[in-house]
């Protein structure tokens, strides 16, 4: 939700840059853009309405002068995306620029004390009372610093703040409270961003900046102290391992559809992930009284996923909870003997955050598992399993999803090597199972893309679908309809197969698209009583099954196959990709950017 980046360089035009790297951040929100640069102090603004290739082609964003610069691309919360509540924004007298990611709560009120106190405003943004904020205190003689401190002891909220001003132009001061930002240092230049990539072609040194902190980069150093007592915080540099390469689409022609390229890659990526990683949280795990699985979005249909693997390899049956309801469902139930996994591909996203702080402030531990280093999450959570799905640029997320589910995969067998519940060899024979995924994936990608695409070319107008599945395939149903209605806009509703008579049915008339998720396990039999009942009303049916199943070939009008031999509770990593290969096209044929999903962010960051 809004990508911020500011750049500081001794020499050269940063304007290209900073409209590069928004490119790269436009994944966070592409209502509206805007870049400032600082020169011979004065400032330098190009913002309007639109995605950042539209706002190029009428205002050239990188004819701006200087070598400081701050953009922004905006997922609109307070107020319509326009040109005048595009980032930045400024004080009365356009010395100070901010941008900001986050929301005031408090903005009404900030704003009309200062409109009292004769300000003006040019936005219906809750951002613009920062600026307005920092003139008063540097007005009164404060460095920019001081002045964006005292603006933080203001503002309620959460926020990611990055400004600078024609008053002291050799440097960019940046804080944050609940929202993302890292730090990049190479040689004469300094940068900060919501997110790596930003910067990721320039240098993969981090350094991360915490809540509670304010950082003051120049040409030279990052010196970050603390907003309480001005501590100086000594921290180290981390260089990641992700390159520039990776955020680049590689000749394909969406993010999205390398994404899906890349998941043998990066499940075999998150293998290699050493087991010790897991010990620690399978041995909370086991010893929990409850344990509950945390996420949103996607991510929610990993912890679906995760629940039947756990249980299946350990016995242990987790609990599932949206992370926005989390709080609600709980009723302060929540004690030591707990143990929550919270589930984020970005580590960022507030429900997920404000769940597992809650469930931490009631003493439950807390195993996150991630894509992202340094990430909010990880420095809350007791435990982190970092996944390497490397960067995911496209907002529907794909790769994120399947290093999820081997992560999950691999702590179930680890906590099932701690319950006994299976034997070593069954385990034994699990890990050999998940090894052969990628390829089998590879083969799913090479052979069912095409008719992913034929597919996409029948059905693309069809108002709404139904996905199907029973036991841990209701997963990769829910998954398979996300991802149709984000980013092709087909209504689709996923459901559970043996709950669908009881009201989806209803929608069922002639050639009413049913799609099943049909692998041959222990739901088998029960699917194809299911498949009955859809057909017998008319329906046309779609069916995702394991190859050569004579059976479900027979009663579907179309399938796509998946490679045998693979065990139950890993299915939803294979079952899945054609349903990510069905949306893309169907994206496609229907005019859309499956990249960038209208009203939707990647990284969602209010509550
Ligand atoms: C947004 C994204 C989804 C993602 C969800 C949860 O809605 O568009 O792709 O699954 O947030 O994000 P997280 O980072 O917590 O996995």
Redesign the pocket.
Known sequence: MCGIIAVIQNKGQVAPFLHQALKRLEYRGYDSVGITTIEKDHLFTKKDKGKIDEVHRKHNLDNLPGSIGIGHTRWATHGIPSLFNSHPHFDCDEKIAVVHNGVIDNFLELRKELAKRGHEFGSDTDTEVIPHLIEEKMKEGNTLKEAIKYATGKIEGTYAIVAMSTLESDKIVCTRNGNPLVIGRKDNTSYVSSDIPAFLPMTNNMILLLDGEIATLTTNEVVIEKLSDGAIVERDTIKISWTADQAQKGGFPHFMLKEIHEQPDAIKQTLRIRTEVFEGPAKIIEASKRVMLL?????GHSAMAGRHMIASNSGIVPSFELASDFQDVMYDSITTDDCVIA???????TD?ITSVKYAKELGAQVIAITNVVGSSITRIADYTIITQAGPEIG???TK?LMVQLTALAQLSIAIGERTEFRTKEYLKDRKQNLEEIPQKIARIIAIEEEKARRLANIYHNRPSFLFLGRGISIATAFEGALKLKEISYNHAEGYSAGESKHGPIALVEQDYPVIFIAPKDNTHGKVIGNIMEMKARGANIISVIEENDTDLMELSDQTFQIPAGIYHEFSPMAYVVPLQLFSYYMARRNGYDPDKPRN?????TVL
């Open positions: 996420a949103m979005g996607t991510s589930i984020t591909q970005s580590g960022e996203t997920t907002v529907a997320a994120t939707l962010a990647k990284s969602v």
